[in-house]
């Protein structure tokens, strides 16, 4: 019986970093969410993510935080007459079936008033609010930029 017991635990700890990079909220999944690392004094990072929604209902992310930072804004970029804006976002509309990918040259997040630097392999919560489905905290993977 306690060879069972250790080769379960085992399985399961084995199993851990495939499921990693996915969180389950409701009929949404939120997929592979990092961030770059950043320069020492550099005030703002950014958050990517996808988001699927697997359900009959649209759901809207609308807000999000971290204790990394001050707030956490929700933008989009956009190119016209080749110039590159960003603009706030009040929210990113997920209609069912979907997948919203939150990228960089799109709907991204913006980590306002770093408390300190993102460094490589280090974790950041970030918490998302979403309309329907409510509130899930994830885990910021930083990468080297």
């Known amino acids: 019986m306690p060879r069972r017991l250790v080769a379960l635990i085992a399985a399961g700890v084995l199993a851990l970093p495939a499921m990693a990079g996915d969180y389950t909220l409701g009929n949404l999944t939120i997929s592979n969410p990092w961030s770059r690392a950043t320069a020492p004094g550099m005030s703002m990072g950014v958050a990517y ?57 799109g709907i991204h997040l913006m980590l306002v008033d770093l408390k300190q630097p993102l460094t490589p392999t280090a974790t950041v919560p970030l918490t998302l609010r979403f309309r329907e489905a409510g509130e899930i905290t994830v885990q910021l993977s930083v990468e080297s930029p």
């Open 49 to 105: 993510f996808s988001i699927t929604n697997r359900g009959k209902v649209a759901d809207a992310l609308v807000a999000a935080s971290s204790p990394a930072a001050a707030r956490v804004e929700i933008h989009q970029t956009s190119i016209s007459d080749g110039m590159a804006r960003m603009r706030p976002l009040q929210e990113v509309v997920i209609s069912p079936g979907a997948t919203v990918k939150v990228e960089s040259g």
